[in-house]
């Protein structure tokens, strides 16, 4: 399949990188608005002038595209989507779907009504570390599930828009361990709690530390603690994580799969867990699943109206945090 990436920053270069490694797709083209992402984009990966544009709209003209892959930040998610799914083009899309909930509800009711596939690259949740845990967990693993602690402290977000908007990290970074949660439980959250803040030496203007609960569907109860403007011991990108279940807890350290038990003492183990071998992992693996699901017309993981339910976390808390009381998630679909 041919495609447009639009937008050429950080992450527009790492997918021109990851299409040019993958031979289910095709780049033919790349869009920035700033002329030096296009001439890096030359420079490094051997784009020609003729493939390189100022506007989506402008590309669209010029070459024939079969999606689009918008890698602009997420106040910008709807326009791009407005302009690609009214040419019928399927899009996959950056994270986060949208800068607030009512943008990410419009791009939702756009991509529902186009009849076209619109996937969410939430790629943390591709990772062998949660498909393996969530494969445990429905095997049964750890039995009944109760308490889930999430850990996240790193610098983060020194630059762009990052530095800007205001909750940043939980809409830009907390909404891949959000969703992660959701498909690691194989379950919805249903309320949030939330309080936010920002450390004295922070370089964010809004708050990038936070405690987050969630009750999620059969009263498992989840807290996401995390501060992006750590200067300490750096945590793994997908987090520090700690699962207890009626037969023990399931760890996440540093990226490793932990099983652990403390009781009954004859049963009382610490091991490392081997991760389940997978063909594709994270952007890789999102693309194969696009690509999939545009071939056999389904509706693709991630998809924008499940999406929804990730950005209902992330919304819900920042409700919660404004409110400061527990926030029902059913209500913010219903508004
Ligand atoms: N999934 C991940 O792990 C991951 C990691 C990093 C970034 N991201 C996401 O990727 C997106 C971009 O982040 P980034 O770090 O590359 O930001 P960035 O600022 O480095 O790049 C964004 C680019 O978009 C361009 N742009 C702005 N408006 C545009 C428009 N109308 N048309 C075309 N291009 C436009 C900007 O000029 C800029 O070059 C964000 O949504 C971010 O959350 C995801």
Known sequence: MRCVVVGLGGRGQHWVQVCKEMDIVTLVAGVDPVEQRRDEVKAKFGL???????????????????????????????????????????????????????????????????????????????????????????????????????????????GAHYVEIPYALLIEMAVHHFDTLRYVLNRDAVRVWAHTWNAPWGWHKGDVGHTVVFEFQDGIMVTHHALGCSVGKADHWQGEWRIEGEKGSLTWEDGKLVYGRSLPPEQATVQELPLDPLPFVDTKAVLVEFVSAVKEKREPECSAQDNLKTLAMVFGAIESAKRKQWVELAELFEA
């Open 48 to 158: 020609k002038d003729e493939q390189l544009f100022s506007s989506l709209e402008e590309a669209l003209k010029a070459v024939e595209v079969d999606f689009v892959l918008d890698v602009t930040p997420p106040s910008v998610r709807e326009k791009i989507a407005e302009i690609s799914l009214s040419h019928g083009l399927p899009v996959l899309a950056e994270k986060a779907m949208g800068e607030s909930w009512e943008m990410a509800k419009r791009i939702a009711a756009m991509a529902k009504s186009s009849g076209l596939t619109y996937m969410v690259a939430q790629n943390y949740r591709f990772g062998a570390l949660p498909r393996t845990t969530r494969r445990l967990l429905d095997e049964g693993f750890l039995g009944v599930i109760n308490t889930v602690v999430v850990g996240f402290h790193r610098p983060w977000g020194m």
